[in-house]
């Protein structure tokens, strides 16, 4: 039975890294059954080293606001937390992290933030044509939330490359157990279809463990990233932060999500997969376990350290008293450490390895 059983993993994972698709039921058994680990792992490092070789990209991720005007039940910076103290970075702020990370070798810079309503469409697009006119060769990443199919076009048009929206769970009742009722899982669903047929390169993700989540969801998770070809998939496990409605649920595992990444890795060999904070910060060798186990992207962070503590999502997260160029050696140390290194380049995803991708699916 068990032998039959680990037989029947290794065949829907080899399957996986053939056909880059699996069916909902067998997407459920092989979620379940989290078997055939180093296999797996074994596998995903392969594909990744075979599209990127040794290089780990970095994303200079800057923190720019952390007022948000939705409620998320998971997120520690949504406005019924009174308990956080809200900042804004101004324009000359934004630009001094952007400095110190060219300086530091970062060639993409992730402008992310809550949504709020202060940073209109034109002071975007003025950040937006900063930066782009001090450092036309990098890329700009924007992860702040649902906004007008409008918006979305214009920031593209003045230079955006980018955007970054985890879908959260792709299944709409999932979805209504973490959102409050005024956000729509449709909405934003749309916004991400709509960001696509724009021309960005695109990031979607969810947490791994949040509460309601089933292996049932999950599979719905990887049919969802299978059928919309994102860029980049941006996975982490649910953390509780002691100010929201999910203080008292159990934080994801660090076996769960290294298992996932495995399987993103396979599902689309070219993929953008972040080893997260949110990993980092569950496990002290979180992020090198995760790039070990397919993973191939890190995003070190480049606020100003004053408001760093302040942009927190979840407890406990890792960093928030390092300096930009700490972080940036840390990073590099710890990649060396186990056989990579920090790649100093945009970090664009590799053209033939989707094409070849997309061919075998057809
Ligand atoms: N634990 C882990 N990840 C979280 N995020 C928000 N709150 C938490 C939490 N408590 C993630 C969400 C969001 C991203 C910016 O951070 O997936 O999209
Ligand atoms: Fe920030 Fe190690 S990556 S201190």
């Given at each position: ?302 606020s100003p350290v004053g408001v760093r503590k302040k942009y927190e999502l979840y ?48």
């Open positions: 039975m068990q032998n039959y059983r680990r037989d029947a993993v290794r065949k829907l994972i080899d399957k996986l890294s053939e056909k880059h698709r699996l069916s909902r039921e067998e997407w459920s058994l092989l979620i379940e059954s989290q078997g055939e680990r180093e296999y797996l792992f074994r596998r995903a490092r392969e594909l990744s080293r075979q599209y990127y070789g040794n290089k780990v990209f970095t994303r200079g991720l800057i923190e720019f606001t952390n007022y948000c005007k939705n409620n998320c039940y998971y997120c520690g910076i949504r406005r019924d937390n009174k308990e956080a103290v809200r900042y804004r970075l101004t324009l000359e702020e934004i630009m001094d992290c952007c400095s110190q990370g060219y300086e530091l070798g970062f060639r993409t810079f992730v402008l992310q933030g809550g949504e709020d309503g202060f940073y209109t469409d034109d002071k975007i697009v003025e950040i937006i044509q900063e930066i782009k006119d001090r450092y036309p060769d990098c890329a700009l990443t924007l992860s702040m939330g649902e906004r007008e199919n409008d918006s979305y076009l214009r920031f593209y048009k003045t230079g955006a490359d980018r955007y970054l929206l985890r879908h959260e769970t792709a299944d709409s009742r999932h979805y209504a157990k973490l959102h409050p009722p005024e956000l729509s899982f449709k909405h934003r669903m749309d916004c991400l279809w709509n960001l696509k047929e724009i021309g960005y390169q695109v990031g979607c993700g969810f947490m791994v463990g949040s509460p309601g989540q089933t292996k049932e969801t999950l599979a719905e998770d990887m049919l969802f990233i299978t059928e919309l070809q994102p860029d980049m998939v941006g996975i982490g496990p649910f953390i509780p932060h002691h100010s929201t409605p999910f203080a008292e649920e159990i934080q994801g595992s660090l076996e769960q999500t290294l298992y996932l990444l495995g399987l993103l890795r396979l599902l689309k060999p070219n993929l953008l997969l972040p080893a997260t904070t949110a990993l980092g910060t569950i496990d002290p060798k979180g992020r090198e376990k995760g790039i070990l186990a397919g993973a191939n992207v890190v995003m070190p962070n480049l407890d406990n997260k890792i960093c928030t008293g390092d300096e930009a160029a700490e972080c940036r050696q840390c990073l590099g140390r710890r990649m060396e450490a186990i056989g990579y290194e920090l790649a100093v380049d945009r970090g664009d995803p590799v053209n033939c390895p989707r094409e070849a991708v997309n061919r075998k699916i057809e």
